[in-house]
């Protein structure tokens, strides 16, 4: 009964506004102090934005083969895609025509290939934290993006009162938008039909495989980052992106966020369809990490802006 009764009071205390308030002082060492949004940055929105084409750039010239219906509709970019195939692959010439015998590799692999590490969740190594996010290969320096936060992102007015209930992964922005990164139940529902709502013929402009087992972004994982304890110290922080209009439509199939609400300017040129910002969160090493560490995330002191997983 009285263990019961602890896991409860353990997994609910974090939504407890006067045990946060307590044990945020107790904390001081490991938050830290933004005094405007603004300054909440790390490394600038242009390296997050570099870092993520590089990985997605990486990732479709993987899944070249399957990309077929996407690179019917666009010349240009196939042939742009076909002169960075040829290049990676320097013994053999591939063409338009052979580029289905290519050798595959697994997301994870694309990423340690692409950026020296990878990260995968596992049983966390704090107690009583479930699953946890561990870099399980290479070496991560200080300021690199190490994760993303994936999920459904609702502005202030609009409803998430049921999607909340129980929920763990809801994550206050800055700015108050909030961003659902639960991949079960009634969340996992409406980031899919959010999702399938905003697709355009072959182009998605979301990844749905977060909500999978089969991730096909390997840094959608943000979500399961737990955070510091009195006894390990945070090696990651929170940094807020808004992805911009203008990213490749060729590539919005791995961003792992959608926006709840439908808002498609007509005015705005075909290539440049969707939803007019998709906000995700990165998450930064504030130190060089290594393989085999678990990643724990370091708060930021700007009033609720926290995650939604304080287990």
Same mark, same amino acid.
């Given at each position: 009964?009285?263990?019961?009764?602890?896991?409860?009071?353990?997994?609910?205390?974090?939504?407890?506004?006067?045990?946060?308030? #307590?044990?945020?002082?107790?904390?001081? !060492?490991?938050?830290?102090? +933004?005094?405007?949004?603004?300054? $909440? =940055?790390?490394? /600038?929105?242009?390296?997050?934005?570099?870092?993520?084409?590089?990985?997605?750039?990486?990732?479709?010239?993987?899944?070249?083969?399957?990309?077929?219906?996407?690179?019917?509709?666009?010349?240009?970019?196939?042939?742009?895609?076909?002169?960075?195939?040829?290049?990676?692959?320097?013994?053999?010439?591939?063409?338009?025509?052979?580029?289905?015998?290519?050798?595959?590799?697994?997301?994870?692999?694309?990423?340690?290939?692409?950026?020296?590490?990878?990260?995968?969740?596992?049983?966390?190594?704090?107690?009583?934290?479930?699953?946890?996010?561990?870099?399980?290969?290479?070496?991560?320096?200080?300021?690199?993006?190490?994760?993303?936060?994936?999920?459904?992102?609702?502005?202030?007015?609009?409803?998430?009162?049921?999607?909340? #209930?129980?929920?763990?992964?809801?994550? !206050?922005?800055?700015?108050? +938008?909030?961003?659902?990164?639960? $991949? =079960?139940?009634? /969340?996992?529902?409406?980031?899919?039909?959010?999702?399938?709502?905003?697709?355009?013929?072959?182009?998605?402009?979301?990844?749905?495989?977060?909500?999978?087992?089969?991730?096909?972004?390997?840094?959608?994982?943000?979500?399961?980052?737990?955070?510091?304890?009195?006894?390990?110290?945070?090696?990651?922080?929170?940094?807020?992106?808004?992805?911009?209009?203008?990213?490749?439509?060729?590539?919005?199939?791995?961003?792992?966020?959608?926006?709840?609400?439908?808002?498609?300017?007509?005015?705005?040129?075909?290539?440049?369809?969707?939803?007019?910002?998709?906000?995700?969160?990165?998450?930064?090493?504030?130190?060089?990490?290594?393989?085999?560490?678990?990643?724990?995330?370091?708060?930021?002191?700007?009033?609720?802006?926290?995650?939604?997983?304080?287990?």
């Amino acid at each position: 009964m009285l263990r019961a009764l602890r896991r409860r009071w353990d997994a609910y205390k974090y939504r407890f506004v006067p045990w946060v308030a #307590l044990n945020l002082r107790r904390k001081r !060492r490991t938050l830290r102090y +933004v005094p405007k949004s603004s300054q $909440d =940055k790390i490394i /600038s929105d242009e390296d997050v934005f570099e870092t993520l084409l590089k990985i997605f750039r990486a990732l479709f010239v993987n899944d070249f083969s399957r990309q077929a219906r996407i690179l019917a509709l666009l010349p240009e970019i196939k042939c742009k895609y076909l002169e960075l195939l040829n290049s990676q692959q320097k013994p053999s010439k591939v063409n338009s025509r052979d580029h289905q015998s290519q050798r595959v590799f697994s997301p994870e692999e694309v990423l340690f290939n692409t950026l020296g590490f990878t990260v995968s969740r596992d049983q966390s190594s704090l107690m009583s934290a479930g699953t946890g996010v561990f870099v399980s290969k290479g070496f991560v320096p200080k300021g690199t993006v190490v994760s993303m936060y994936p999920g459904t992102v609702y502005r202030k007015h609009e409803p998430i009162f049921f999607q909340s #209930l129980g929920n763990p992964f809801i994550f !206050r922005c800055i700015d108050g +938008v909030l961003i659902d990164g639960n $991949d =079960k139940g009634l /969340s996992r529902s409406v980031y899919r039909s959010c999702s399938r709502r905003d697709q355009l013929g072959p182009f998605q402009m979301s990844d749905e495989s977060w909500l999978t087992a089969a991730l096909q972004n390997p840094l959608a994982v943000g979500q399961y980052v737990n955070n510091c304890t009195h006894e390990k110290a945070a090696n990651v922080c929170y940094q807020e992106f808004d992805v911009p209009r203008y990213f490749p439509i060729e590539l919005k199939q791995y961003l792992p966020n959608i926006v709840y609400s439908h808002d498609i300017e007509r005015s705005i040129p075909w290539d440049q369809i969707g939803p007019s910002w998709t906000g995700t969160l990165g998450l930064l090493p504030s130190l060089n990490v290594v393989c085999h560490i678990h990643l724990e995330v370091l708060l930021s002191q700007r009033g609720l802006a926290f995650s939604g997983r304080f287990k």
